[in-house]
């Protein structure tokens, strides 16, 4: 994912751009073709990805791979059945209230609320429209306290534009994001949150 990612996204992106020459889309190809037979080893029976490919699978970890795989397949044949089969595994984790356990996210994610954005928002990427992603939409609408910092609010908010882009909860998200930018004074921004993002 290191390098098959960046190469998907210059490659979309070079292409969009009309920059893209002939010699350098074959190589990128190259590359992207391998690193999608070598992802698809780290696809743990049963559905899912883990770093090492063993059991069991990581939530957060699979999220990531519906979100470059869906990429990928911009550029990339992508197997239809990989993106559903996980798909299905990440829904096969979910709690009853529509969200996913912390501890299937990353470490410094010390609720639910986080891995329950960034997966909602893989879903969404991916196309989904699913009860599921209607349920774990639902969770992050009725915990918003729980979104404190600018790096929850960002997931989450990317979860709502991303099914909807008039979605109103995610514009307000994006709204309170945009009201904590800090400005420089020379034109960069940035935002400070507490916590790791």
């Excluded at 893209?20 to 990128?28: K, M």
């Excluded at 909602?120 to 349920?135: F, M, T, V």
Aim: charged fraction near 20%.
């Amino acid at each position: 994912s290191s390098t098959t990612y960046p190469n998907v996204l210059v490659l979309d992106y070079m292409k969009r751009m009309g920059r893209l020459t002939p010699e350098i889309e074959v190589r990128a190809r190259k590359f992207i073709n391998a690193g999608y037979q070598r992802l698809l080893t780290f696809e743990v029976p049963g559905g899912g990805f883990e770093w090492f490919g063993h059991s069991p699978a990581h939530v957060g970890l699979t999220a990531y791979g519906v979100l470059e795989f869906t990429d990928m397949n911009h550029v990339h044949p992508v197997d239809p059945n990989l993106i559903d089969r996980t798909r299905k595994w990440l829904f096969s984790m979910q709690n009853g209230d529509g969200s996913w356990n912390q501890a299937d996210g990353l470490h410094s994610w010390s609720s639910r609320t986080p891995v329950t954005a960034y997966v909602a928002w893989a879903l969404a990427e991916s196309g989904d429209s699913s009860p599921n992603l209607d349920k774990a939409l639902h969770y992050l609408r009725s915990h918003p306290e729980e979104l404190s910092t600018a790096y929850q609010k960002a997931l989450a908010a990317n979860a709502f534009l991303a099914r909807d882009r008039n979605d109103s909860f995610g514009r307000e998200l994006a709204n309170q994001i945009k009201e904590t930018i800090v400005a420089d004074g020379q034109g960069a921004i940035h935002w400070t949150s507490v916590g790791q993002s």
